[in-house]
């Protein structure tokens, strides 16, 4: 199997092409809440589990030949989009290492809106009162105890694969929504 190597851009250079006044087309994968919190100003929103690769590509702003930015808090999400837009054939996307986090390190001018609890924040409540049910139960009736080692194996497969079954579920609920205009996309 062929690996494609995924290019990337420090926060710090992005600065510098922002800086320069170069034309940059940043799409944000993180959710809308996310996104509203604080967002690269320039960067548009496209939730990673709505990414459409193809559908991104032809809507696009700038000449086609042109980089395509991908960012989202810390990385990881940016290095997924990048992925699926690889594996649809189109390979001139580029992830920003460390997400929005190094950009507003680095000075990177941002939007704020209201604050918001992280998912990844979200996803150890949910996963430590999992496994604490698990464990009370488990006095009355001993097989509740897998309930624990379930949330255990779930959480180092997420680990391995990076990728995170309670994230994206947890990502759907509807604190995690905006609705309708509460959301900017700008």
Known sequence: MMTTTLNTITAQELKQKLDRGEAIELI???????????????????????????????????????????????????????EAFHAAGHANVINVEGGTEACVAAGIPVNRGKKAMSLERQVRIAAGAIVLTGVLLSLYNEHFIWLSGFVGAGLMFAGITDTCAMGMLIAKMPWNQCETGSCSTK
Do not use: F, M, W
């Not at 548009?44 to 590509?57: A, H, I, M, R, S």
């Not at 395509?68 to 808090?73: D, K, M, N, S």
């Open 28 to 82: 944000d994968v993180r959710t809308p809440v996310e996104y509203r919190e604080v967002h690269v100003q320039s960067a548009k929103n496209v939730p990673l589990d709505q990414l459409k690769p193809t559908d991104v590509v032809a809507g696009r702003t700038h000449a086609a030949e042109a980089p395509l930015y991908v960012i989202c808090r810390s990385g990881s999400r940016g290095k997924k989009a990048c």
